[in-house]
């Protein structure tokens, strides 16, 4: 039988690592044509990383649950708590997630998807989208506005 050894006579070692880490994401917004399924426009989004992403983040599942959309203008800002001017949100479909890992790139990649019907918003000019964490507009964790090939900031009417 081995001899028990007291915890406080263990030596312990610590480890110094540099750990890089970023977030980052892109929105990809293409507006079709119902009865052709043809693109009629593209849009993107480069984000801001709003301040309520970093407590969202240790919260299991609740990250990056909707996509909030609406019509404000303005310069998105890390303060942010919602849009400029909050729409509406759509949930993704977990069934329509697509996943990417790389080791040795040292990424991982998780893309998301909404579909707004053809009589969802109907009038509105959509400028700018973001990720949130609930329904409700002050759950913003990440804020762009609409922006087209060449970066100028465009709006979508729907």
Known sequence: MATPIKAGLIETKKINADINASIHNRFDVEVVEAQTGKIKQRAHGENVICSQLWTQLFTPATYFEYIHYGTGSGTPAVADTSLFAF????????????????????????????????????????????????????????????????????????
Do not use: W
């Open 87 to 158: 729409l509406g949100y759509g949930r993704p479909e977990v069934a329509d997630d697509v996943y990417a890992y790389n080791r040795t790139g040292g990424y991982y990649s998780l893309r998301r998807k909404i579909q707004l019907s053809e009589t969802t918003a109907v009038g509105s000019t959509i400028t700018e989208v973001g990720i949130g964490y609930s329904t409700t507009a002050a759950t913003l964790c990440t804020h762009a506005m609409l922006k087209d090939a060449n970066g100028n900031q465009i709006s979508i009417a729907k």
